[in-house]
């Protein structure tokens, strides 16, 4: 059965009365709640109404304003009526009342130390969720159910064999450069997840996400006397949300064995690709291969490269 609910205002204004009609609405129409306020329905006897609204609903929402607080300390109109009565309804059953706050305002002192749900920045889905949930007393969280078939932990051998294993890749040149571009397609694939997430939240967020191989050229000549270039593996990345952009380029330099990176600043493929802010390498003085970062946060695999870059990219449009 629907919950029944009476929302207490303050008619300061045509804006303030409209606001009250779309809460109470929307309670009703998508969140099958019986919300009633003399905004909508037609009323004869007011004051019955507010006696019958409070006495006789499940919970009662007091949608506050600077007006409402300074006429529920006055006792002053219909305000003050409802006060008189609400003092009771705390005193009786303080769990009947859910307060929403429509702008920045004090409490009254007989709702002080109640909590509240703060829609002065809007009534936003999220927040009418919040205030269901203050409705219905469900807790902002829930626990998964106990899994019947839990994964089996086993205490910890003073000797694994794989630990006998050295990693062998580390006196591997070729195998050295297959970690490093493996690391490299991680960090691109974790920020591409991140990107993903961040565009279902917020819809008006948007990127490109580009990733080819690109041509630097060095120095030398070879015998024909042209300039000799290697192939570099390069993503880059351009995020935008509210008409603020972020940009963030890094590439996999297999001959140097790096991985470089670059910040802040918008690009174009066919960069010279000799400024970058910081560079990643090899680590080969542990038991496994690692990458190892200098100039920047501690790296050591692409995981965490991938959530260095999504991190620069989210404060670069804040």
Known sequence: ????????????????????????????????????????????????????????????????????????????????????????????????????????????????????????????DDKLEELVRHLQGMPEYESVPINKNPKRVTSKQICDDEDLIPDLRIISPKEEEKFLEEEFVQANTKVEELLKLTKQKYPDFHFINRVKDDIKYTNTLNMNFERMYKILKVARYEVNYLNKSAYFMTWLDKENKNIYLMEGRSFFWNDDYNSYNFSISINRQGKRLALQSYGMNNITNGVELGIYIYNKLMEGIK
């Open 1 to 124: 059965m629907s919950i029944k609910v009476f929302v207490s205002y303050s008619e300061d204004t045509q804006q303030n009365k409209e606001w009250v009609v779309r809460l109470v609405n929307k309670l009703r129409a998508v969140y099958g709640i019986n919300a009633k306020a003399d905004a909508i329905d037609t009323v004869n006897d007011l004051n019955k109404m507010m006696i019958e609204g409070i006495r006789d609903s499940d919970k009662i929402i007091i949608v506050l304003t600077k007006e409402y607080t300074r006429k529920a300390e006055a006792y002053e109109a219909g305000v003050g009526k409802e006060t008189r009565l609400l003092s009771n309804a705390v005193f009786n059953n303080n769990n009947k009342i859910v307060i929403v706050k429509k702008e920045n305002c004090n409490v009254p002192y007989y709702l002080q130390g109640f909590k509240y749900v703060n829609c002065s920045g809007g009534l936003t």
